[in-house]
């Protein structure tokens, strides 16, 4: 509908004569809005011309709220602002009290108990026993990865000034209470293996422990990172650690937390060197615990890391019991695949998952001849073998055989159910 055709329809409506002539206004309004003194005119003009009287006033008033809201919100902001950077100076300052929560001794002899900051004294595990290690292990992480340094005394400046001041002061801070970093260490003489070696002993002995000794022994670890933590040796021990962390933890984001830093940890132990078993080892353990969290496509993709690590470690150590024994569980598991789940891994890589029952129990049966009775739960998957291929009166010699041994790990617990299972079935 063209201008005229819309005119000749507002003329109609409001009974406008077309040949009715509109004078024009004789006062200018002084702002929109204004009153026009208007001579008289036909009651259809008089309707438009309210209606465009209240549009324009009630515009006025809008952007008078506007012009109020606006100040309102800078106001706002700024209030805002000053909060926030209040919350994280006291953050700041919360955080530098924690990071050395630990009372920490120097001496001359690194051979000496301070050294490793035993776990033994009773304030090591205030935080960890409270919070099942997590709390503590973050907050020591944390700290050890922030890139942002606190300093005293700063005036209320940008955050990126902040953050560069922090940084000097941290790192007198840091150099005042462990002595030199790394790099001035292996200037001027670094730690030698024998210096190292009762550490990384302890933290084995505490591995192999309790669920207690194995805290301890995440601790011990963590708290010596900054002196230690450029050695292959001492970063898969470390790595190790965060593994047994995450069996102990209860909540599922606390395992996955603790399967996340230590896949870091051993991703950074393997770029000083790629023929570490253990490193393999290691890394392949928590890509598993990690996948236990993600998506069947990240699970596919983690099995395919997981036994290329554990080909290595065997490799370079084929007479480890543990390496065999990880190779027999995946082989296992990928023999229970779920036709998804082949897709899936078949349209991930050319060279799609595949192994079956036999490979797992050549795997199983490997690690039992190098370290009879190594795993509970290895035997157990040995009698599940023998069930799945036909042979029952092998599966029940292995049953009596799983039975001999206690439940060391959670793993062994787990699979104490279908032991009981397995007990009845073949019993028949």
Not at 78 to 85: C, P, Y
Not at 240 to 251: F, G, I, K, P, V
Not at 349 to 362: H, K, M, N, R, Y
Request: a negative charge; hydrophobic letters at 35%; proline letters at 4%.
């Amino acid at each position: 509908m063209g201008p005229g055709a819309a005119l000749t329809a507002v003329e109609a409506e409001y009974g406008w004569e077309p040949a009715t002539n509109v004078r024009l206004l004789r006062a200018v309004p002084g702002e929109a809005g204004d009153a026009a003194v208007l001579p008289s005119l036909p009651r259809g003009q008089e309707v438009v011309l309210d209606r465009l009287e209240f549009v324009l006033t009630s515009l006025v008033a809008l952007r008078r709220e506007v012009e109020e809201l606006r100040s309102s919100l800078q106001g706002l902001a700024g209030q805002i602002v000053g909060e926030v950077r209040s919350h994280m100076e006291e953050n700041q300052k919360v955080a530098r009290r924690r990071r050395f929560p630990f009372a920490r001794e120097r001496s001359d002899s690194t051979g000496s108990s301070s050294v490793y900051f035993t776990a033994a004294s009773g304030a090591t595990f205030t935080d960890a026993e409270s919070e099942g290690g997590y709390t503590t292990a973050n907050a020591e992480s944390d700290y050890e990865r922030d890139s942002e340094r606190e300093s005293d005394g700063e005036d209320e400046v940008s955050c990126e000034t902040v953050k560069m001041g922090r940084k000097d002061s941290l790192d007198l801070e840091v150099e005042v209470a462990l002595g030199p970093e790394p790099e001035a260490l292996e200037a001027g003489g670094s730690p030698s293996q024998e210096d190292v070696l009762p550490l990384l002993q302890q933290a084995d002995e505490l591995h192999q422990g309790s669920e207690q000794g194995k805290r301890e022994g995440f601790q011990l670890l963590l708290n010596n990172k900054l002196a230690h933590g450029s050695r292959q040796d001492f970063l898969w021990r470390l790595a190790r650690a965060y593994s047994d962390m995450c069996e102990l933890a209860e909540e599922a984001s606390e395992k996955r937390s603790y399967a996340l830093s230590g896949k870091e940890e051993a991703e950074v132990a393997l770029e000083k060197g790629n023929e570490n078993a253990e490193c393999h080892q290691w890394y392949a353990v928590l890509c598993g615990q990690l996948a236990e969290h993600e998506g069947i496509q990240r699970r596919i993709q983690s099995g395919f890391s997981f036994k290329e690590h554990v080909d290595k470690a065997i490799a370079l150590k084929p007479e480890n019991p543990m390496a065999h024994f990880l190779l027999g569980r995946w082989c296992y598991q990928v023999s229970h695949l779920s036709w998804l789940e082949k897709k899936t891994a078949t349209a991930l890589s050319e060279s799609p998952l595949g192994a079956t029952v036999q490979d797992a129990l050549s795997s199983f049966l490997k690690a039992e001849e190098l370290q009879p009775g190594f795993s509970k739960a290895g035997r157990i998957y040995i009698c599940k073998c023998y069930k799945e291929l036909g042979k029952n009166p092998e599966a029940k010699q292995w049953m009596k055989l799983a039975l001999e041994l206690p439940n060391v790990t959670k793993e062994d617990s787990a699979f104490q159910k279908d032991l009981e299972e397995l007990e009845v079935i073949l019993a028949e």
